[in-house]
């Protein structure tokens, strides 16, 4: 378990996230993946998003990231998508001849499970004392 900290804030926020473009076309190919995934490394870094694993197939992505509670699932994959679908479409001509947008409006998100007992108890332990009044 990776426990992160940023201004106060404790966290493990730990999201397996998919989304894909508009009609499941295999359009995430070649070079289209391989911007992608760069806008989206590119992305994460300018937030504080920790990208652990990032998986491309021709018809979705997939993505288990680490974001910061400031920032948030949906803000991330709103951004991403933005970001994305307009470079993509103003570089891939191709994608604006097959799709009137390139993604879909939906996307599935689940939260990843990484605190213990264990781990809660340690940080309560290292908290500062303050007396009782």
């Known amino acids: 378990m990776r426990i992160r900290e940023h201004q106060g804030v404790v966290h493990s926020s730990l999201y397996h996230i998919v989304w894909c ?15 992608l995934e760069r806008i989206i490394r590119e992305l994460a870094e300018e937030k504080g998003v920790d990208i652990m694993q990032l998986m491309m197939r021709p018809d979705s992505i997939e993505v288990l990231a680490d974001i910061p509670p400031r920032y948030g699932v949906g803000e991330f994959v709103k951004n991403a998508k933005g970001r994305s679908s307009r470079f993509l479409r103003s570089n891939y001509d191709h994608l604006r001849r097959l799709l009137p947008t390139l993604w879909t409006h939906s996307y599935f998100v689940a939260t990843i499970t990484t605190v213990d007992a264990s781990a809660v108890s340690r940080y309560i332990e290292n908290q500062p004392r303050r007396s009782a009044n």
């Not at 473009?21 to 911007?35: G, H, M």
Request: aromatic share 6%; no cysteine; proline share 13%.
């Open 21 to 35: 473009p508009k009609y499941r076309k295999p359009v995430l190919t070649d070079a289209v993946a391989q911007d």
